[in-house]
C-alpha cells in the first residue's frame, strides 16, 4: 500500500504541478508565520537557500508532527536578484515596482522542498533557475497587471512564467519546474522509492 502524501501549502501552482504529475496528494495548509522566519534569518546573513530550504521544512514538519504516519511536503521559493532578496507583493502598486526593478536584469528563483515524517526530515532538495527579464514598455507592463491583477500576489516574482508571463523574459535557464515552485522531477523520484507512484 503507498503512503499518504499531504502538500503543506495552499499554492494551488504546486497542487496543479502534483495533480498534472498523476501524484495522490491531500492538500494542508501549514499556517507558519514566513514573515518572522524571514525576518530572523536575513538577520542572520542567512544565505538564500538555506532561508528557502529552513521555510520548507518547518512548513512540513508543522503537519508532520500532527500527522506522523504520512509523507508531509514542505516547499518554499526564494527570488534573488543582485543580492536582494524578493518577497511575494502586498498589492498590485508593489508588483509593478518589483518588476520594474526586475526589468533588463538576471534574476535567480531557489525553489527548496522537504519532506518530513513523524517530525523529521527524511527528503530535501533545492531547485534553481536563472531568468532574464527583458527590457519591456511601461505599456506593456499596465497592461499585463491589468490582466492578471491579484492573481499575481500569490507569485514570489509577480509573474507567472508558464503563462502570458512567458512574455518578460529573453530566456530561462535551469529547471523549469522550479520557475512554478516545485522542483519536481527530483520529487518523483523520491515518490517513486517509497511507493507513491509506480516504478
Known amino acids: ?18 495533480h498534472a504529475a498523476g501524484i495522490p496528494f491531500e492538500a494542508r495548509p501549514a499556517g507558519v508565520d514566513e514573515a518572522a522566519v524571514k525576518a530572523a534569518m536575513r538577520a542572520e546573513d542567512a544565505p538564500p537557500r538555506d532561508l528557502a530550504d529552513a521555510l520548507a521544512e518547518l512548513k512540513a514538519r508543522r503537519i508532520s508532527d500532527r500527522t506522523p504516519a504520512a509523507l508531509v511536503l514542505g516547499a518554499d521559493q526564494v527570488l534573488v536578484c543582485e543580492g536582494r532578496l524578493f518577497d511575494k507583493p502586498r498589492d498590485l502598486s508593489e508588483a509593478a515596482e518589483q518588476l520594474r526593478t526586475l526589468r533588463g536584469r538576471r534574476h535567480e528563483l531557489l525553489s527548496a522542498a522537504v519532506i518530513c515524517q513523524a517530525g523529521t526530515a527524511i527528503w530535501r532538495h533545492i531547485g534553481r533557475a536563472e531568468l532574464w527579464m527583458r527590457p519591456f514598455s511601461d505599456a506593456f507592463l499596465d497592461d499585463y497587471l491589468a490582466r492578471w491583477g491579484a492573481e499575481l500576489l500569490s507569485c514570489v516574482g509577480a509573474y507567472r512564467a508558464e503563462a502570458e508571463g512567458a512574455q518578460l523574459f529573453t530566456q530561462i535557464r535551469g529547471d523549469w519546474f522550479s520557475v512554478q515552485g516545485l522542483p519536481l522531477l527530483e520529487l518523483l523520484g523520491f515518490l517513486r522509492a517509497r511507493g507513491v507512484c509506480q516504478e
Open 1 to 18: 500500500m503507498s503512503e499518504h502524501l499531504i502538500l503543506a501549502s495552499r499554492s494551488t501552482s504546486r497542487a496543479a504541478l502534483l
